[in-house]
């Protein structure tokens, strides 16, 4: 059965357990330890979760594991076979990547203690999670999906991303190494991007940690 070492409030390993959902994969979970990253190290030589191991390989970088899934098992694709919507695809990566998750990364760093944590600080970084909110609400209320008809590897990247600002009430998020408080910081109102946020909970609930939100 596939294993995966997985740090549960972490986004990037939402990511992955929202695709294992989606696609109907098994898999046992292994819960990593946020203070002792042997385990993580033994699997794959580096620090990082999420990481997989299935078919013999172990594997990091959740954008990397959901390539594999989508090569390796049926069931609903994660990724079209279309040349133009492949591109598509990989541009909203992209945009998580360099976008979402640079501001993000503003507030997690702040929680972590590695970045000067100021009400400044934290309404800025809030101030550019709206505005990439914005842009996936001006696709969003036109269509269901980021890309074709159905749900792929844009909308679990994204989505993933968004769970703090959207879920950030969760008992599981609240419950994360963050702190209840600090998980408040990521909270957008419930009027901003409503399609966005609706959008946000219908990929989550293929997590299971989630799907009772």
């Not at 695709?19 to 042997?38: F, S, V």
């Not at 640079?102 to 709206?130: Q, W």
Request: aromatic content about 10%; charged content about 25%.
């Amino acid at each position: 059965m596939l294993k995966l070492l997985t740090l549960v409030p972490s986004p990037n390993n939402v990511k992955v357990r929202v695709a294992l959902g989606y696609k109907g994969i098994a898999y046992e979970e292994i819960p990593q330890d946020p203070e002792d990253r042997a385990a993580c190290l033994d699997m794959s030589g580096q620090a990082l979760t999420p990481v997989m191991q299935d078919k013999g390989v172990s594997l990091f970088d959740s954008a990397a594991i959901l390539r594999f899934l989508h090569a390796n098992y049926p069931g609903p694709d994660l990724f079209p076979q279309d040349f133009e919507e492949m591109k598509k695809v990989e541009r909203w990566e992209a945009f998580g990547r360099f976008g979402v998750k640079d501001s993000l990364g503003s507030i997690f760093m702040m929680a972590l203690g590695r970045m000067e944590l100021t009400t400044g600080n934290v309404l800025s970084a809030r101030k550019e999670l709206i505005v990439h909110m914005e842009a996936l609400e001006a696709t969003l209320v036109k269509r269901d999906w980021l890309v074709g008809s159905a749900m792929s590897a844009a909308d679990i990247t994204l989505a993933s991303l968004l769970i703090y600002c959207v879920m950030g009430e969760h008992p599981v998020l609240k419950a994360s190494f963050f702190g209840p408080t600090m998980t408040e910081y990521f909270l957008v109102d419930a009027d901003v991007c409503p399609k966005t946020q609706a959008w946000v909970r219908k990929v989550a609930a293929y997590d299971s940690w989630l799907a009772d939100s």
